[in-house]
């Protein structure tokens, strides 16, 4: 029979029959781009985000059972969807109709702030609920594995969802798991909580009702012919065959022998995208029999090629029920390592067959299937059907097995464990959650019954070789040992012969990686040994503190957050109260539009750019004949097309080229850009835009800048007093060193523009993603040769900024203007993720020096800093960031003499850029190592060195600005009091003295910072504001301010319904917009609800007092009369408002150089993992202070976001580029951003209360950036859990640690006898995979 050619399907209820599927296209492409259904975001294209998850439902018929599956849009081939029901954000609920339970949760929870991973996170939540309807809460925090969300730290978000699990408590606040420690009362008088639902009112939680949903389309359920029907689909360059027998799968494969088969695309897909993989013929096998079946027999579980993982884990979860425990083990070993392979949305699709082809090094699966000695099944049309054992003659090389190509994998027996079996898996990664293995291992031993003589023993190692590697050699000699030391050693020795790593291997971290295979090892040896003594083979006592070798299972999140509540002087009262994101609901129904997001217009098109390959080069040629040739290509733009000048920078400078035009300063630079009929065309033909380069050696790291006096402008130095004189009273002097690495912005929607020319006048209309219009009206203006009043930037919100949109989106929205005018047409640029963090750079490196002089006591007397920063090929505002630096160079320390010095290092990597905090979090975490330094090296608590040189109420900044008013003393007290920290401190001493392998540390940090614009930049320190009243009593409310997810709008219309004193519906803020507020400063520097606030007060009390008169005169009236009233008497009733403040500063006599100071304080406590360098962070509780907040949950959406980022900062983002400038880290498959379960365990929020600041509107504080350092407490802990480990091993004193602690350096600073088997290599003598900038 023909196979059928079209594609039947439903989305959201609605049957969908496609003639023309395209085997390339993914079902997120699909649903965005030809149903208009852009709820589903796409935030990586790689299966890293979640942000397009969708719930894919079909129908078993073996099991005659509807399945439901979140599953990645973005990597599920449209052609794949056959037969199945997929239901996007928009199919549940809507704002139109009704919210679903999930959307109101959310949105009432405050679990939004940009908005952008939302639609995500709701289809995850939504797609458990409808497998599991009263889920435990544990079960609920482990599905948002495969989610990411840069904005809201994931607090608000699980403690929101909390309302649908099994054990919420029917208390709601008044739960005793909100009493903190026991110790604080959930809520009374003067206390709000915003706790799970806003004001976490019991009686607000929402239920979850199954019985609500949509049915299953049953027209799915009966035409068996949807399953049973062969499938082919095509397009010129790609065909899709779906088989439904494995002679028909066997036919093909023989016409087609270079076919890939594909199951669910979680490999191909990766392929396709970033490898430039070329599939011309694509065989489906998920609808044949025997590559599904998975049956369990006598001896083991046999496992179908396409069964994919989320299958594999039921079954042998089964088994395990089942079955005696020693004949599970192996499979005990799978599910433990399965919960951390991929996320819930890969493991539903992926399946085990295209682990095992794949064969990559880093597989989770390949170790465990070598060691345990599994077996495969494979076919092919020519040959006899045979078994393959995978053993080490499997892996024939890089991505190579042992199979023929024509030879098709059936199936896979994983075999069951013996009774004197033992076997274990290991993985470590940079985080737990959906992140690849750096080394991972099966390990599994049979010992002669009843004895620990080793009969048999296998050891699989991945991430150690260009394939997975069975330590042959280790194997042979552990053969009739006893499980004792002497085996150990003898292991440990084996092992390093077996397993050898160049310094220079793929991947770096040589050592860690060495160190990881005996680490492993010593666990499974300490395991198994506490096995043995439980049997009674081994009579040995083994200590507990020895025998505690791993972290233990993750508790669930709790956490209170605790704040002053305004009193309501009038209903319409609502600063200072918790009221929801003004666009919250849109957000969770995935009507909240972004850039991408708006409808395509008539004639519009696409750009993608040609970039630098190479980090500095003369350009000798750019050949753009193939690709203008290609399919859908419309022209090729260049700098040839620029009709002003090909430059920008920080207004009003010039410091980059648009276009490259001879030359190429970094990789990633934007040389020229394809425009063509849609996006995928013009990346497909700007790949194949060819050009020569002509070679020069790059500066890339802050030390070659330095050698090769690569240095932008002069250094800045600022200090008081006289450091020699203060070094010369010193009882000590110390000198360190102390990096801290680059941070990627993240921000889930990347960078994205719409440009549309307009004939008349040649004017032109921008929408994009900007934090400043500002700057993207005037490079336009001056690109194009025009004047800016021909420019309008319009701003609807942008999915996440955090500094990286307030210069960089200037950087791709020029050329997609040129491009504009030239072909006199719409054009629309969203940058992939990969472009976006290869085009657009980072948070500045800094390589932080430093000599402190200190009396014995630990008072310190002198300071000596300098700071180098790492521009990249422009300064753009790492001279702005400098600032920051250096005026916070003592965070929360009171230094008499100091001085500190910083220089700009120009270097040949991308412009590198704000990012919140600018350099403050750089600066605090240099003076934190220094502080710590002088504590260690006097062997004195460190909590008592801080406290002796810490500012008192009275102090004075370095800088002659005094820091009255500020409340650090009373932060820093009242964080420990509410932290127990004492109490804990011995606990966990306690703890300490009785772990070897695991340890706890504790990180108390302060932080002091400068709000708004400094001195420096004293113009920026405006905000402006449009206000409407119309004649039926609606307000339209504009300000300079971009909505990033910070909450920005709705503290504007609380301000403007609190002031006009008018209900929060009569209130509504569009846009922003360059037209209705001119020159607005950049939404930055924690300042935009002072300046836009003061702004929009002023305007709100302008047509008050226009009122006024109204009101006196019929105080009956209702607005809408007294505005009718007014309007009748020809008033005016709109008005601008505008604020500003003048810093009044100088070196000599000091001043105010930061409008206020913002101070908190933040204790955490973790665990670490001495073995393998991995965390957890079990607890952080803060204080800040945020003066009399205007919305307390917006704040402490706040404070829980930028911690959560510090915490990336310190503990987790590594940022790698290697020794040519090309960036490693290209997406969230390698740069990995906190997760939900990086969320500490426990998390309490405090708002000081009775904080005031009189300088600002209604008294409250700028909050967006201070709390991000508080992150690093999570690193000093990690440092004081190192300590203990190091005490243990006679270590004693300061140790440095270079940010983030990722695990290899936590690993490798708990120096033991595993680590010191693998010394590190010398510097110099081997060229590093990565460097550190
Ligand atoms: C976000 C993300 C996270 C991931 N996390 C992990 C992780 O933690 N650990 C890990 O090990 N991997 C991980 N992977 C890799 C990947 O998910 C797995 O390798 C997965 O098992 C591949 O299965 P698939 O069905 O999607 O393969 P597909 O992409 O459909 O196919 C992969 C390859 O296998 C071949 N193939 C498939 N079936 C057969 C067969 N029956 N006979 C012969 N050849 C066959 C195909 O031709 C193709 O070349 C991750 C991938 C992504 C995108
Ligand atoms: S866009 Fe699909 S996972 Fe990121
Ligand atoms: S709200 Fe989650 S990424 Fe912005």
Wanted: charged share 20%; net charge neutral; with cysteine.
């Amino acid at each position: 029979m023909e196979p059928l050619t079209q594609l039947v399907f439903f989305v959201n209820g609605q049957k969908i029959e496609e003639n023309n599927a395209d085997p390339e296209e993914t079902l997120l492409q699909y649903l965005r781009n030809r149903l208009h259904l852009t709820g589903s975001k796409l935030g990586c294209g790689e299966g890293g985000c979640g942000a397009c998850t969708v719930m894919v439902s079909r129908y078993d018929q073996h099991r005659d059972q509807i399945i439901h599956l979140s599953v990645n849009a973005c990597l599920a081939p449209i052609c794949s969807l056959h037969g199945m029901a997929v239901t996007t954000v928009e199919g549940i609920g809507s704002t139109k109709t009704r919210l679903h339970p999930v959307q109101e949760q959310l949105a009432n929870a405050h679990g939004t702030q940009c908005g952008f991973c939302t639609p995500g996170i709701v289809m995850s939540m939504y797609t458990l609920l409808r497998n599991n309807p009263r889920p435990t809460q544990k079960e609920m925090e482990s599905y948002f594995d495969g989610n990411l969300c840069r904005c809201t730290g994931y607090r608000p978000i699980l403690q929101g969802f909390q309302s649908f699990t099994k054990d919420a408590c029917p208390m709601g606040v008044n739960c005793c798991m909100n009493k903190n420690n026991g110790s604080e009362q959930a809520t009374n008088n003067t206390d709000g909580m915003v706790n799970g639902v806003a004001n976490g009112d019991a009686e607000t939680r929402l239920l979850y009702d199954p019985s609500q949903e949509p049915i299953f389309p049953p027209e799915l359920k009966v035409n068996a012919h949807l399953y049973n029907t062969s499938l082919k689909f095509g397009n010129p360059s790609s065909t899709w065959f779906r088989p439904t027998s494995l002679d028909e799968l066997m036919d093909l494969k023989k016409l087609y022998p270079n076919a890939r088969l594909v199951v669910g695309n979680t490999e191909l897909g990766i392929e396709k995208k970033f490898k430039r993989g070329q599939f011309p013929v694509l065989i489906c096998t998920t609808h044949i029999e025997a590559l599904n079946e998975v049956r369990l027999d006598e001896h083991g579980l046999v496992i179908g090629a396409s069964v994919t993982l989320s299958r594999i884990q039921e079954a042998m979860q089964s088994a395990v029920d089942s079955l005696p425990e020693w004949k599970t083990r192996i499979f005990a070993a799978f599910l433990d390592m399965l919960q951390w392979f991929g996320s819930h949305q890969i493991r539903n699709v992926a399946a085990i067959g295209g682990n095992i082809m794949t064969a990559s090094p880093i597989s989770d699966l390949i170790p465990l299937l070598m060691a345990a000695g599994a077996e495969l099944y494979v076919m092919s049309k020519e040959d006899k059907p045979r078994y393959v054992k995978m053993d080490h003659t499997f892996l024939k090389g890089y991505r190579k097995t042992d199979l023929n190509p024509e030879e098709i994998l059936i199936s896979v027996k994983v075999p069951c464990s013996n009774e004197q079996e033992h076997f274990y898996g290991y993985k470590v990664a940079n985080r737990k959650d959906d992140d690849i293995s750096i080394v991972s291992a099966g390990l599994d031993v049979q010992f002669q019954k009843g004895t620990d003589v080793i009969e048999n023993i296998s050891c699989a190692y991945g991430g150690m070789a260009p394939t997975t590697v069975m330590a042959l050699k280790t194997m042979t000699a552990l053969v009739g040992s006893h499980w004792d030391e002497s085996m150990l050693g003898k292991a440990c020795n084996e092992l390093a012969a077996d397993l050898p790593l160049s310094p220079g291997a793929p991947g770096g971290m040589a050592e860690f990686r060495k160190t990881l295979t005996t680490s492993f090892f010593f666990k499974f040896f300490i395991t198994v040994k506490t096995k043995l003594i439980q049997e009674g083979i081994i009579t040995e006592v083994l200590s507990p503190e020895k025998s505690i070798v791993s972290l233990g299972p993750r508790a669930c999140t709790k956490g209170i957050q605790v704040f002053e509540e305004h009193t309501k002087e009038s209903p319409v009262d609502i600063v200072g109260h918790p009221v929801a994101h003004n666009s919250a609901q849109q957000q969770t129904t995935g009507e909240a539009v972004y850039v991408d997001d708006m409808k395509k217009l008539q004639g519009e098109l696409n750009i993608a750019f040609v970039l630098s390959t190479k980090a500095r080069a003369k350009i000798l040629r750019v050949d753009t004949n193939d690709a203008l040739q290609m399919q859908g290509v419309k022209d090729y733009v260049c700098y040839k097309d620029v009709p002003g000048k090909n430059s920008f920078g920080v207004w009003p400078k010039e410091e980059e080229e648009i276009f490259a035009s001879n030359e190429v300063y970094c990789h990633g630079q934007i040389i020229g850009c394809i425009v063509a009929d849609t996006k995928e065309n013009a990346q497909k033909a700007a790949k194949r835009v060819n050009v020569e380069y002509q070679e020069m050696k790059p500066i890339i790291t802050i030390e070659e800048a330095i050698s090769n006096n690569s240095f932008d402008g002069e250094s800045n130095t600022m200090g008081r007093g006289d450091t020699e004189a203060g070094f010369a009273k010193s009882d000590h002097v110390i000198e360190g060193e102390v990096r801290v690495g680059a941070q990627e912005h993240f921000y889930l929607e990347t960078i994205t523009h719409r440009v549309i020319p307009n004939n008349e006048d040649g004017c032109v209309e921008l929408y994009s993603g900007t934090q400043v219009p500002r700057d993207l009206q005037l490079y336009v203006a001056r690109t194009l040769g025009i004047k800016a009043n021909r420019v309008v930037v319009k701003v609807k919100r942008t999915g996440g900024g955090f500094g990286g949109k307030e210069i960089r989106p200037v950087a791709t929205a020029l050329p997609a203007a040129v491009a504009a005018v030239k072909l006199n047409c719409p054009i629309r640029t969203d940058l992939d993720r990969d472009e976006d963090m290869i085009i657009t750079g980072t948070r500045n490196p800094f390589l932080g020096r430093y000599k402190v002089g200190f009396t014995s006591e630990g008072k310190i007397l002198s300071l000596d800093v300098h700071f180098y920063l790492n521009s990249g090929r422009a300064v753009e505002l790492t001279q702005s960031v400098l600032m920051r630096a250096v005026t916070h160079c003592d965070n929360s320390y009171d230094i008499p003499n100091l001085k500190v010095t910083g220089r700009l290092c120009k270097t040949n990597i991308s412009t590198n850029t704000a990012f919140r905090g600018f350099g403050g979090p750089q600066s605090n975490f240099i003076a934190e190592t220094w502080i710590s330094h002088v504590a260690d090296f006097l062997g004195k608590p460190h909590k008592e060195i801080r406290e002796l040189n810490m500012y008192k109420e009275n102090g004075m900044k370095f800088y002659k600005q005094s820091i009255e008013g500020c409340n650090l003393t009373r932060v820093w007290q009242e964080v420990q009091e509410k932290s127990n920290y004492e109490s804990r401190r011995k606990v966990v001493d306690e703890f300490n003295r009785n772990s070897r392998w695991v340890k706890r540390g504790l990180g108390l940090i302060p932080i002091l910072y400068g709000i708004a614009f400094g001195y420096t930049t004293n113009f920026f320190n405006q905000g402006g504001a449009l206000v409407h009243i119309y004649l039926d009593g609606s307000v339209l409310v504009t300000h300079g301010g971009i909505e990033m997810g910070q909450g920005l709008h709705i503290k504007m219309i609380q301000i403007a319904c609190q002031v006009l004193k008018v209900p929060r519906d009569k209130v509504f803020l569009n846009e922003t917009s360059t037209d209705k507020v001119p020159n607005a400063s950049p939404t930055a520097g924690s300042s935009a609800t002072d300046l836009n606030g003061g702004a929009m007060k002023n305007a709100c009390e302008i047509l008050y007092k226009r009122l006024e008169p109204y009101m006196k005169a019929n105080p009956q009236g209702t607005w809408e009369s007294w505005v009718s009233a007014a309007y009748m008497d020809c008033v005016q009733l709109s008005t601008t408002g505008f604020f500003n403040r003048t810093l009044k500063w100088d070196k000599e006599n000091g001043g105010t150089f930061y409008p206020y100071f913002v101070c908190g304080a933040a204790v955490s406590e973790v665990e670490i993992d001495c073995l393998t360098g991995e965390h957890e962070v079990l607890r952080t509780d803060i204080v800040m202070d945020v003066g009399r907040s205007l919305n307390p949950a917006v704040d402490i959406g706040q404070i829980e976001g930028a911690f959560t980022q510090g915490y990336g900062l310190f503990c987790l983002e590594h940022y790698k580029i290697n020794p040519e400038g090309v960036l490693l880290t290209q997406g969230p498959s390698t740069y990995k951003i906190p997760s939900f379960r990086n969320v500490p365990v426990e998390m309490n929020v405090h708002l000081l209360k009775g904080s005031r600041n009189e300088e600002t509107v209604f008294s409250s504080k700028g909050i967006g950036e201070p709390p991000l350092f508080l992150g690093s407490s999570v690193f000093f802990a990690i440092k004081d859990a190192i300590a203990s480990a190091r005490a243990d091993e006679g270590i004693t004193g300061y140790f440095r640690i270079d940010s983030p602690a990722t695990p290899d350096k936590i690993r490798m600073a708990c120096q033991d006898r595993f680590s010191k088997q693998f010394p590190a290599a010398e510097k110099g003598s081997f060229k590093p995979w990565f460097v550190d900038l």
